[in-house]
């Protein structure tokens, strides 16, 4: 056989291939997102299933932050709940970030931390709470029901961060694909998959996956904690709603348990490797693409910077938060670098900011992070800037404030594609000399670039592996053959061993 | 945008695909394949090698069964083994079935299946220890493994149910890719993967996923008698080999852990899903394809049979091995069917065929179950013969002989897509009636077709992935991201927990 030459088999894989990219048929998709930026995520994978023929409906309810009512590519469902608690806006996480600033300012006894965690617990299983009215509002409107049952939806899609969609899809009998990193009360994995603490790190602590032996002490402790968070905070919220509407000896957690594909928002190249699931799907790094053009106004800024290149700096939704006296040493050692700088930036201006940085309320941080000349990024470590980052191989200076953040630059800063820099301790000097560092010593992009290679060497673009599994779910009614018999164990231990 | 059109990230993936299936670049691969039925994949993957460009060279013994030393795909390196014991002929496994066979007709005492299973971890340990004397031979061939070092092979390629090349390939210092199902004294997943007992029926017993409390405890039993085995009889085997050649402080499991990828001859339509993990690619049923047109003559008979249809019989090459007395219950339950019978067999004849019946000592299997007139497969359940009847969607009647066969059967079983007889229990009516009943009702054909479609629902051909997976491991040199710490805990007992 001549080299190169394309046997019978591969003819038929791209047969299989083609199809798949040119066969349109309509399903009908009833989809539970999560506010902020995970709907960010959820709106792609939408968009992507309407350009695919899909009727998508999004359940979304009347005070939503970033769900819009109306948008050429879904129609949406808008449920209104009494009393609804402010969480739903930005400012409630910012206060958050103020909080645990001024601890750690306090010199961050153990008690105040202790203090602050359980303030967390509260607010944690209040957003459940909120969360699952949702699902009391919709299966107590047995009209609304009904019309979703005569709607013959194919599939529930559902951000589990806030499960309630599971109850819904459990009433209309129809099968269920998560689009998730996190669920009820950490990462996804930890739900569906053996999880050993002795190389595993355990959500909510930055730990490596090489551990030492007190490291893995401290990581089973936390994996006791999770677990019994996710058991006693949270699952009883959905647990009170299983039995009202399903009757007794139903458990949420099995529900939860017994989606048919979780489509994991993960890539190797950033989480550590670890034990999955034959129905986990990784889809990590979805949300990126080529670079579009940049505006004539930004380009022109862009280019300006010369051979020395511009840096990005984004902290997110959360900036505001930040008090001005870091807002301002950042500013400063800003100004003394050669590069130019981009700044999103919604808080308050710092004074000192130098000719050299331009301060953006929102900008185009993908396009931006694929440009050629951009030298490095500096990022709170959201994963949604991180997978661009990584996709577009460029090095990471982290600067984590709350939630997932320290873990996420904690494991780019173990490949050497990032450096860290503790916010609270932040100096004008050690802000600059880390940027510097990050900009000029090539091993944090030689890291960055292969990291980047390594995730873009695959047969299919991740939100196309997504579709495609939607579809197989839709197609064949659920995916039963790869779900294991865990999710049936009575005691979660038994899941394991 | 229009239904069905192609957006950016699909045409993304398609010329990714497409620059997949037509790029041509020269890989050298090593490899290290099982003789007999293991080898008809393994030459199939050769195969695909060879004709995407690369290279290969395969190591085989001058006494080897199947492996010959010339082919048109791949140069081979000869070694010869001294004292070489007989276990490379087909004769030494008959042997294994006439033993058991006879203990059974003697009903079966628990001291006779004891010293069976005492007899076959002697022969175990004595197939290992000449199987590592391929690694002995090489190894102190210092002028050879100068050359090997000199070619610069990529990869190294190892069915490792006779894992002496993870020795070579670690000598060379190269990355290795496992072509897998069985490993050491047990199916591959145990070996690298959490397999909780709860769930996950281990080797050797015939026990499906939901199990009953006492069903988990024999197969925890089982679970730790496979342990030990791998602990205590295959393993040292091959550490002593590891620490002549190497030094001690290396254990030769860990090495065994330590494969890049591996690509297992599994899919779920199939084997009950477990706990897997991110270095694992499924390739199950990578050898299937389309039908090629039968022979002139086997056309003709087939067409011979009718509405009625014809039905295939193999039990592969072990069939030497069965008495006569049962062969001739078997022709004479063919006898009384309607359907045309296509029966391999290479021992002696039995005297009572039927006009029906046709005995070839070959037959173009995968071709003959791709017939549109085929009405069930008589297997004993190697299994190439079962992906090819899933691939196909044919009905099974199942004859397990020996070693995984009544593991392979009862899955088949659980699904309804097979009824399983036991060999030593067979009367002409009992298995007239099987067949006939997997004939004739549909329940069998229905659920073998639905796994058929869930099989083929794949955005690629196994095959294809598992090229895609040796490239990646040539392209990247290794595959370090996607394996798990586990392999480097100091005790089993800690990759699980």
Redesign the interface.
């Known amino acids: ?1 001549p ?8 003819r ?3 047969l ?3 199809s ?5 048929w ?1 399903g009908k998709v009833l989809v539970f997102p999560v506010d902020g930026s995970h709907w960010v995520n959820m709106n792609l994978m939408i968009q ?1 299933l ?4 899909h009727e998508v409906t999004v359940v979304r309810t009347a005070t939503s932050w970033y769900v819009k009512e109306t948008a050429p ?1 879904y129609s949406s469902l808008t449920i209104t709940i009494p009393e609804a608690i402010c969480i739903e806006k930005e400012d409630f996480f910012v206060s958050f970030l103020v909080k645990m600033l001024a601890i750690k300012k306090e010199g961050g006894s153990p008690m105040a931390f202790l203090s602050f965690y359980w303030e967390m617990l509260g607010t944690l299983s209040i957003i459940h709470q909120q969360a699952s009215m949702v699902g009391v509002q919709m299966l107590e409107d047995k009209a609304l029901m009904q019309k979703l049952r005569d709607t013959k939806y194919d599939l529930v899609l559902i951000d589990p961060g806030l499960p309630v969609g599971v109850l819904v899809a459990h009433a209309l009998g129809l099968p269920t694909v998560f689009n998730v990193r996190w669920i009820t009360s950490g990462e996804g994995h930890f739900v569906v ?2 999880s ?4 595993v790190p355990t959500s909510g602590v930055a730990l490596p ?2 551990m030492t032996f007190l490291q893995r002490l401290q990581n089973t402790f936390h994996y006791g904690l999770n677990t019994c968070i996710d058991k006693f905070v949270v699952c009883p919220v959905y647990d009170r709603l299983v039995e009202k509407y399903f009757g007794s000896g139903l458990s949420f957690y099995h529900m939860l348990q017994a989606a048919d594909i979780w489509l994991m928002r993960v890539d ?2 950033f989480e ?8 986990i799907v ?1 889809i990590g790094g979805f949300q990126c ?2 670079p579009s053009p940049l505006s004539a106004e930004l380009e022109d800024f862009v280019q300006s910077s010369g051979d020395h290149g511009f840096i990005l700096m984004s902290l997110g939704t959360l900036v505001k938060g930040l008090p001005k006296e870091i807002t301002s040493k950042i500013a400063a050692a800003f100004a003394q670098l050669p590069q130019k700088i981009i700044w999103r930036h919604a808080g308050e201006r710092p004074d000192n900011l130098g000719n050299n940085t331009l301060l953006l309320k929102w900008l185009p941080q993908s396009d931006l992070l694929g440009h050629p000349k951009i030298k490095a990024f500096v990022s709170h470590g959201g994963t949604n800037g991180i997978y661009e980052s990584i996709y577009n191989g460029v090095p990471v200076v982290g600067v984590p404030l709350l939630f997932d953040q320290p873990e996420n630059v904690l494991r780019l800063e173990i490949r050497g594609a990032a450096k860290v820099l503790d916010v609270t301790q932040i100096t004008t000097e050690s802000f600059r000399d880390t940027v510097q560092e990050v900009v000029n010593n090539p091993f944090y992009r030689d890291n960055m670039k292969r990291l980047s ?2 995730h873009r ?5 991740p ?3 997504a579709l ?1 599994w939607i579809e ?1 779910v839709m ?2 009614k659920g995916a039963a ?6 999710y ?2 009575p005691c979660r231990a ?4």
Do not use: C, W
Not at 272 to 279: A, G, K, L, V
């Open positions: 056989m080299r190169g030459s394309m046997d019978i088999l591969s038929l894989s791209l299989t291939f083609l798949f990219l040119t066969t349109a309509s992507g309407h350009s695919r023929g590519h998959a053996p050993p603490t002795s190389y996956d090489k190797f190249v550590f490797p670890r034990p999955t699931m034959p129905n990784y693409k080529p290679s390594l060497d695959q047969p299919m673009h939100l196309d592996t495609f197989f197609r064949n053959h790869l779900r294991t018999e865990s049936k164990m038994f899941a394991v061993l």
